[in-house]
């Protein structure tokens, strides 16, 4: 159980174009899903935090106008990067989060999407 | 002072040798703790979670949590090379509902 799968796997897109990331939990509901991205060599770094039918929390430093995301219901959350530039290069990680009782949410993490920007 | 921490490393075993990770966090009100392993190249994979003071074993792997000098560390039994990862100590602050803040991780060599 706990399955997270994120789409694509990998893109390569030119400078200026929009990139969607889909994540999906496979096998559960998840009322909270997580971006992450990480560049080589480097910790995992929040993006944002999205709840299913609301907006989405996004770190400090984080562009909400630049990396959008929609949480349309409790199985699929989606990033969308816009007018992507090669400095937004890097490893994006959604999670999804299962609570078995108070202060027990657990985070499962989907394999990833790496992202190169010519 | 960052909020969790670990050692870089690289931590280097021999195969068959117990791997101990250590982590420390900031935030004493911190209630949910967790072990990822990520290998190179992919996502994290949670191996253990702990929230309550004291050993929680699975398999070769025990996570040990010591509250009160805000310590979590996880023990590798009889590591193998297939063990060769990062390990990622992720800690829920408090008042962090489910956002968890991750350590930079402890590259683990486990030698044949």
């Known amino acids: 159980g706990a399955v997270v799968s994120q789409h694509p796997s990998w893109v390569i897109c030119k400078s200026g174009t929009s990139v969607k990331i889909e994540c999906r939990s496979l096998d559960f509901q998840a009322t909270t899903m997580f971006w992450y991205r990480q560049f080589p060599k480097q910790s995992l770094m929040l993006m944002a935090t999205?709840?299913?039918?609301?907006?989405?929390?996004?770190e400090q430093g984080v562009e909400k106008d630049k990396f959008l995301i929609n949480h349309a219901s409790l199985t699929l959350s989606t990033l969308t990067v816009t007018s992507a530039h090669p400095e937004d290069s890097s490893f994006y990680i959604c999670?999804?989060?299962?609570?078995?009782?108070?202060?027990?949410?657990?985070?499962?993490f989907g394999p990833g999407t790496r992202l190169t920007v010519l | 002072q960052k909020e969790v921490e670990q050692n870089s490393g690289p931590l280097s075993v021999p195969e068959g040798a117990i791997a101990s990770l250590n982590c420390t966090y900031s935030d004493r009100g911190s209630q949910s703790f967790f072990w990822y392993r990520q290998y190179s190249g992919k996502s994290p994979e949670l191996i253990m979670s702990?929230?309550?003071?004291g050993d929680k074993e699975d398999g070769r792997f025990t996570a040990q949590l010591n509250k009160a000098s805000q310590y979590v560390s996880l023990l590798i039994r009889d590591s193998q090379p297939s063990d060769s990862a990062t390990y990622l100590c992720a800690v829920t602050l408090s008042g962090g509902y489910q956002k968890v803040t991750f350590g930079i991780g402890t590259k683990l060599q486990v030698i044949p």
């Open positions: 702990i929230y309550s003071n």
């Open positions: 999670s999804a989060a299962i609570s078995s009782g108070p202060g027990t949410d657990t985070q499962y």
């Open positions: 999205s709840n299913e039918g609301s907006k989405a929390t996004y």
